[in-house]
């Protein structure tokens, strides 16, 4: 984790990361849950993943939740008929807090 800023905005604290993260190949027609370590993360948290590099085509942007302090639940949903392994690659991390 690097780069990290902070900002609010309303109700809501904004923390920015970067992360290198390597999602499991998600098969198709699916929506696992995957739970990766991202410190820093508070119960209630809402994390979006933004892609730096190529994301695969067919691959929702994962979204996730902070479920227990420092772990998020990634949700990869794959409507394809294929299974796709997105790999390991760097993501901006946008956390919301409340």
């Given at each position: 984790?690097?780069?990290?800023?902070s900002s609010s905005?309303?109700?809501f604290t904004e923390l920015v990361l970067?992360?290198?993260?390597?999602?499991a190949s998600v098969a198709a027609a699916s929506a696992p849950d995957q739970a990766i370590t991202v410190t820093g993360t508070l119960v209630?948290?809402?994390v979006t993943a933004v892609p730096l590099g190529t994301w695969p085509a067919g691959l929702a942007?994962?979204?996730g939740r902070c479920l227990?302090?420092?772990t998020v639940q990634f949700?990869?949903?794959?409507?394809?008929a294929a299974s796709v392994d997105p790999g390991s690659q760097s993501f901006?991390?946008?956390i919301q807090r409340a």
């Open positions: 984790m690097s780069n990290s800023r905005s309303g109700p970067t992360q290198t993260i390597d999602f209630g948290d809402w942007i994962p979204q227990v302090a420092g949700r990869l949903v794959n409507p394809t901006s991390l946008h």
